[in-house]
Structures are given as C-alpha cells and as structure tokens.
C-alpha cells in the first residue's frame, strides 16, 4: 500500500480530484482531505528528529572515515620524528577520531535539519496558509494513476509516500 498525497489551493481542483481518483477506482474511505496541520504532520511522521539523528550518524561515520587516517598518519609521524611512544601516537589518533566524529555530526546535523524541513515544510506551511492537502491510499498498481489526477487538477508537490 502507498500513499499519494498532494496540495492544493482551490477547492474545485479539490472536488475534481476526488471524482477523477473515484472513476479509476478508488474508494471514498481510501481518498483524504486535511486541512489542519497537525494532521499532515501526524501522516507525514513529522518525527523531524528521528531524521535529523539519522543524518548527524552518518556525519559522525563520514568524519570519522576522513579524520581518522589522518589521526592516524600524524600519530605515526609525531612518534617516528620524535621517537615518542606509541601512546603518544593513540592519543593523536583518539582526537583526530573524535574531532571528525564530533564535526561529522555538527555537520550532519544541519543536513538533517535541511532534509527534515524540505520534506514538512510545502504541506505543513500550505495549509496554514488555506491549502489543503488530498491524500491518497492506493494499491501499487493504481500509484502512477493517483500521482498523474492530482497532476493533471494543479496539485503541488505530489510526491509518493
């Protein structure tokens, strides 16, 4: 099962949309209309931090790939140039290691923020500003069907869910 969701700002494309994902086939109780945001958040699983988290986790792993063999080469030069060692050397690694970790995270944080925010942002703002937003539930078959209606009556950012 998918989910077809699209905005819209005038309610006759509304009206049409709804009788044209009829004719194809879909059922009334599979067709939505929200109007209030805190619905389309709720189905858009506006859990913006579950997204976030998961962007700051691979800047974290991304920092670490990078910082880390540099850690290492310089923990291998410090001790080698200055006959330190070897703990000297795990120390220079173990920051290195944690400075990419903690700068691929900062970074990925904001990534993450950007990504989450794209995705709300279009339906979440449209409707407080009067859109509404028709949500679709359909079978995979009948998904490019639904996605070319809600094109075809002005939808905004139809996208599939």
């Given at each position: 099962m998918k989910t077809v969701i699209g905005l819209f700002w005038r309610d006759e494309n509304v009206k049409d949309s709804i009788r044209e994902l009829k004719e194809i086939g879909l059922g009334e109780d599979r067709i939505h209309v929200m109007t209030r945001d805190y619905a389309v958040r709720e189905l858009l699983g506006c859990d913006q931090d579950h997204v976030i988290a998961k962007c700051a986790f691979w800047g974290a792993l991304?920092?670490?790939?990078?910082?880390?063999?540099?850690?290492?080469?310089?923990?291998?030069?410090?001790?080698?140039?200055?006959?330190?060692?070897?703990?000297?050397?795990?120390?220079?690694?173990?920051?290195?290691?944690?400075?990419?970790?903690?700068?691929?995270?900062?970074?990925?944080?904001?990534?993450?923020?950007?990504?989450?925010?794209?995705?709300?942002?279009?339906?979440?703002?449209?409707?407080?500003?009067?859109?509404?937003?028709?949500?679709?539930?359909?079978?995979?078959?009948?998904?490019?069907?639904?996605?070319?209606?809600?094109?075809?009556e002005d939808a905004l950012g139809v996208t599939t869910l």
């Open positions: 991304l920092g670490i790939a990078v910082f880390g063999p540099l850690g290492l080469g310089a923990g291998l030069c410090e001790c080698g140039i200055f006959d330190f060692g070897s703990a000297l050397g795990v120390g220079i690694l173990a920051a290195f290691v944690t400075i990419g970790a903690a700068f691929g995270a900062f970074m990925g944080h904001f990534v993450g923020m950007d990504k989450a925010e794209r995705g709300y942002h279009l339906y979440c703002q449209g409707v407080c500003r009067g859109g509404k937003v028709v949500v679709v539930q359909t079978s995979d078959e009948l998904v490019a069907k639904a996605v070319s209606t809600l094109r075809h």
